[in-house]
């Protein structure tokens, strides 16, 4: 596809229970950012990846919260032992170096 | 640790009213500064890209400016339509590595 793809869209889970969230950026994209958006919030940065490197992982909240990027194109946020103030859109982008960013619609998630 | 502000947080104007979104932000070390728009339950779009040693860039009825000493910028919408209702976000991305920080944003309602 011609964007950034997220899945799923939307995943509600119960609290304590592992969640994956995926990140397909634009091809050919070496900078691929994760973000955390709350109802009337601007975006989070959560990390950002250049190529396969995590090059800024500072807004991760905790260690429950990882990402990886094994091959410098699809990404992966991984939460253990969700929480309820989990819930929230996770927001995925990507760019070119240092050029605009492109925003994926964003996986919404709901932790009950 | 940079901080971006948007002011004011809403704004509601009759149709073809000329209206001006403000941004600041604390460290002027940037690289970029962006503006987005994010439709309700949607990813964020963005409008226009300004390199730090620009002053300003234009999209049809949109003109962004950057004061970067200052710490600001302005995004300025002419004759506006109540197809340009959305949130307009700020965001800039640091020199040394491309952390991009976003503001709360600004909800804008253009009356028909």
């Known amino acids: 596809g011609a964007g950034v793809s997220q899945t799923p869209s939307n995943k509600v889970t119960e609290k304590g229970k592992y969640v994956e969230l995926r990140c397909d950026p634009i091809s050919g994209h070496t900078a691929l950012y994760w973000y955390r958006q709350s109802l009337g919030q601007g975006p989070e940065f959560l990390i950002y990846f250049q190529g396969t490197g995590a090059a800024d992982d500072s807004g991760l909240p905790n260690d429950r919260f990882f990402a990886v990027r094994p091959e410098g194109s699809v990404s992966t946020l991984k939460i253990q032992r969700t929480e309820r103030g989990d819930s929230a859109v996770y927001l995925c982008a990507s760019s070119p170096f240092g050029n605009t960013i492109y925003f994926g619609e964003g996986s919404w998630l709901t932790v009950v | ?112």
């Open chain 2, 1 to 112: 640790k940079q901080e971006v502000t948007q002011i004011p947080a809403a704004l509601s104007v009759p149709e073809g009213e000329n209206l001006v979104l403000n941004c600041s932000f604390t460290d002027s070390a940037i690289y970029n500064l962006q503006w987005f728009r994010q439709d309700p339950g949607k990813g964020l779009t963005s409008l226009l890209l300004i390199q730090s040693s620009q002053r300003e860039q234009t999209s049809g009825r949109l003109n962004a400016s950057l004061d970067k000493s200052s710490g600001r910028s302005t995004l300025y919408i002419a004759a506006s339509q109540p197809g340009d209702s959305a949130t307009y976000l700020c965001a800039v991305s640091n020199t040394g590595g491309f952390k991009t920080i976003f503001g709360a944003g600004t909800r804008l309602f253009v009356k028909a």
